[in-house]
T-cell receptor, first 114, second 114 residues
């Protein structure tokens, strides 16, 4: 299965600032997914990122708040812009697995906004 | 509304005991995934079930998919402290607009005490 390197693993940020989260995959993948996990909640898909096209955002998420880049088939970034305490969550990237390995997730970025 | 309902929300068992976690979907299941998450970390893939009646085992963990009931169960035999964590079920509900999108339950927090 693919191996994903996600960073930073955690950060504490001031409100009003932005944070960019990076995910590097050890193999080429068509689709990458960004999820948010708010405290005590399940994972919610933010957007799907395909190389060479605009990301597709889920209901309730907008590009101005969560801009995504996908410059190649092994890398993607998610930016959390103009942060507020409500953005404090774990953010995870994911790629479709191969065969029996299902979807692989990064180790997550634990964001705290103060 | 929550498309995937997990039960119980939390479970505290003594080491050596068996336990079962359930995941029920309100929609047709096209694939069911089980993950384990340690507090504040990424997701570890456990098993993927795709066919009705399918059952898979890995070490002391067995997962089954009942397609008719739109339900999956995860059973741990002779639990150990290393099994502690949050168990999440994720499902591909086959919505055409976002290929590969997974919907997740809220998770089951498992504590195993010696």
């Amino acid at each position: 299965s693919a191996v994903i390197s996600q960073k930073p693993s955690r950060d504490i940020c001031q409100r009003g600032t932005s944070l960019t989260i990076q995910c590097q995959v050890d193999s080429q993948v068509t689709m990458m997914f960004w999820y948010r996990q708010q405290p005590g909640q399940s994972l919610t898909l933010i957007a799907t990122a395909n190389q060479g096209s605009e990301a597709t955002y889920e209901s309730g998420f907008v590009i101005d708040k969560f801009p995504i880049s996908r410059p190649n088939l092994t890398f993607s970034t998610l930016t959390v812009s103009n942060m507020s305490p409500e953005d404090s969550s774990i953010y995870l990237c994911s790629v479709e697995g191969i065969g029996r390995y299902g979807y692989t997730f990064g180790s997550g970025t634990r964001l705290t906004v103060v | 509304s929550q498309e995937l309902e997990q039960s119980p929300q939390s479970l505290i068992v003594q080491e050596g005991k068996n336990l079962t976690i359930n995941c029920t979907s309100s929609k047709t299941l096209y694939g069911l995934y089980w993950y384990k998450q340690k507090y504040g970390e990424g997701l570890i893939f456990l098993m993927m079930l795709q066919k009705g009646g399918e059952e898979k085992s890995h070490e002391k963990i067995t997962a089954k998919l009942d397609e008719k009931k739109q339900q999956s169960s995860l059973h741990i035999t002779a639990s150990q402290p290393s099994h502690a964590g949050i168990y999440l079920c994720g499902a591909d509900l086959g919505r055409g607009s976002t290929l590969g999108r997974l919907y997740f339950g809220r998770g089951t927090q498992l504590t195993v005490w010696p």
